[in-house]
């Protein structure tokens, strides 16, 4: 494989952000491994897998718009990325490249840090990429999930694929009553410290809730979640976790756990 010294990881997005640079790059100093991460701009997937290719690229991470559409240029996509139906993460093997995806052990992981997931009633808000990919990690852990999302049509296709109950759309949550998780899976609340898509009236004491949103640290829903004595896990939880299996991807090592989350709060702490 063509090689770059340090060993390069990146991400492509057409929105680049500084978070994920800031996280891995503290984790390669804090272990002493000879990476280095950088963000790259690109609308272009064709091109971007051609350049991992061909500068040696060892791994990157993948957000919109090439998740789905990354797809169909690699070598190789793991069992579990087909099934969630999009790929976040790319390693590069002496030019092999194979697509994976790290949302939902992520969302698993902060989940299992609070929380037995197994025989729990989960309800999902959302029907996107990451809502697929949460979905999936709650069905391996043997969770009974009931997906609710805005557009009836979207959120019946995801029931019908992974085999689970549709609770309607955004209005039906006002009526539910029996979960144990309750997971907003939507863009609802990014950027936004007024606006929460779960209504404060179904928070209830002791009831787990995890928001995949990590801009600003804590949301509103949060911020309900808590006021309402609930088992809070924030999105910042989540994207560490995920980051943290990309970094076991590209590395073969450990990550620290600590580091990464510390560098992800500080750079959100700066927006
Ligand atoms: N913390 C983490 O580790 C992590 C990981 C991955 C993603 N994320 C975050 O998760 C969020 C969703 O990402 P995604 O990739 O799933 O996006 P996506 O594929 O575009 O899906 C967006 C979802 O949000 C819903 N939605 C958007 N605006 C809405 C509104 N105003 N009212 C109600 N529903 C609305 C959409 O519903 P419709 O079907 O009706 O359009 C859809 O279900 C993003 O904010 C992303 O940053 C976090």
């Known amino acids: 494989m063509v090689k770059t010294i ?28 000879p990476f280095t991460y950088v963000a790259f701009e690109t609308e272009n997937t064709e ?11 060892r791994g990157l991470g993948v957000s919109m718009p090439h998740k789905i559409r990354i797809m ?10 087909k099934r969630i139906g999009a790929v976040n993460t790319v390693v590069n093997n002496d030019g092999y490249l194979t697509g994976y995806n790290t ?19 989960s309800v999902v808000v959302g029907a996107g990429g990451a809502a697929r990919a949460i979905v999936y990690g709650l069905l391996k852990e043997q969770s009974h999930v009931t997906v609710y999302n805005r ?12 085999d689970i ?25 990014f950027n936004d410290v007024k606006n929460s898509i779960i209504p404060a009236a179904i928070l209830l004491k002791d009831k787990t809730v995890l928001d995949v949103v990590f801009i600003p640290a804590q949301s509103k829903f949060i911020r309900d979640a808590l006021s309402k004595d609930c088992i809070v896990i924030s999105g910042i939880r989540m994207l560490v976790h995920q980051a943290l299996y990309q970094f076991e991807l590209y590395t073969g090592q450990q990550a620290p756990f600590e580091v990464m989350e510390k560098a992800l709060t500080n750079g959100i702490n700066k927006l």
């Open 151 to 162: 557009t009836i049509s979207n959120g019946e296709k995801l029931a019908k694929e992974f």
């Open 47 to 57: 091109e971007a897998v051609a350049a991992m290719r061909s500068l040696g690229i």
């Open 103 to 121: 949302d939902w052990i992520g969302a698993v992981r902060a989940l299992k840090e609070k929380i037995d997931i197994a025989g729990k009633r």
């Open 6 to 33: 340090p060993t390069l990881c990146g991400s492509i997005a057409s929105q680049p952000s500084a978070l994920e640079a800031a996280m891995h790059n503290a984790a390669y100093a804090a272990t002493g491994i």
């Open 72 to 81: 169909k240029y690699l070598d190789s996509v793991d069992d579990t990325a």
């Open 165 to 189: 109950s549709f609770g309607g759309n955004i209005e039906n949550l006002n009526v539910i009553k029996d979960y144990d998780i309750l997971i907003n899976a939507t863009s609802v609340g």
